[in-house]
């Protein structure tokens, strides 16, 4: 079956400390693949999206994702994290064929201290 | 506020009681997605519409859940028989049919607590 991988789940770093998450799917058809992220007591907003072209895609706040076909991933990067970013963050992806659900990670729950 | 909206923001019930949740969409969004997101786990696949058409359930869709979506627009997600483990979040979600990227747009969700 089809799944997506968020490999850390906690993490913490120190405002202005540069931030990759990991995102690997098994599925070896076309997908889209997207971030999405979820303040603390707000609902699920999307960062950044890829569908096709360019596989460096640069999303709101800052931050950007790259698609590396040939490792079925989509990490989600940012340069410089803010206490503002503290939130949880979801990679998820759609198969372009069949159905158009969307097939979520279990998270990465990022804490930035100030 | 063109957004996804969801409605009650918050139930909390007795186990063996029947509740029902509305989502409405964005006005233009043809298809209807419902998930549901446990505490530490990303949200699941539950059912979607496109237009009044249920077009696929998620086998976490047991007898005791059913969807509605009866003119194309609004949602219902009942669940009978209430169950300590059906306590989660309940999201919804609209797209457009045609849009070249199927990005999904989601509401703010309904917390339901079983007692």
């Known amino acids: 079956a089809q799944s997506v991988s968020q490999h850390n789940h906690h993490v913490i770093l120190s405002e202005a400390a540069s931030l990759e998450l990991g995102c690997n799917y098994s599925?070896?058809?076309?997908?889209?693949l997207f971030w999405y992220v979820q303040y603390p007591g707000q609902h699920l907003q999307l960062l950044l999206k890829?569908?096709?072209?360019?596989?460096l895609v640069k999303g709101i706040k800052g931050f950007e994702a790259e698609f590396i076909k040939s490792k079925f991933s989509f990490n989600l990067r940012k340069p410089s994290v803010q206490w503002s970013d503290t939130a949880e963050y979801f990679c998820?992806?759609?198969?372009?064929?069949?159905?158009?659900?969307?097939?979520f990670g279990t998270g990465t729950r990022l804490k930035v201290l100030a | 506020d063109t957004g996804v909206s969801q409605d009650p923001r918050h139930k909390i019930t007795k186990r063996g009681q029947n509740v029902t949740f509305r989502c409405d969409p964005i006005?233009?969004?043809?298809?209807l997605y419902w998930y549901r997101q446990t505490l530490g786990q990303g949200p699941e696949f539950l059912t979607y519409?496109?237009?009044?058409?249920?077009?696929?359930k998620s086998r976490l869709l047991s007898d005791r859940f059913s969807a509605e979506r009866p003119k194309g627009s609004f949602s219902t997600l009942e669940i009978q028989r209430t169950e300590q483990g059906d306590s989660a979040m309940y999201l919804c979600?609209?797209?457009?049919?045609?849009?070249?990227?199927?990005?999904?747009?989601f509401g703010p969700g309904t917390r339901l607590t079983v007692l």
């Open positions: 998820a992806v759609i198969l372009t064929s069949g159905t158009y659900k969307y097939i």
């Open positions: 599925y070896g058809g076309t997908v889209n």
């Open positions: 979600a609209s797209s457009l049919a045609l849009a070249e990227n199927n990005e999904q747009f």
């Open positions: 006005s233009e969004h043809n298809r």
């Open positions: 519409f496109q237009n009044e058409a249920q077009l696929e």
């Open positions: 890829y569908f096709s072209g360019d596989p």
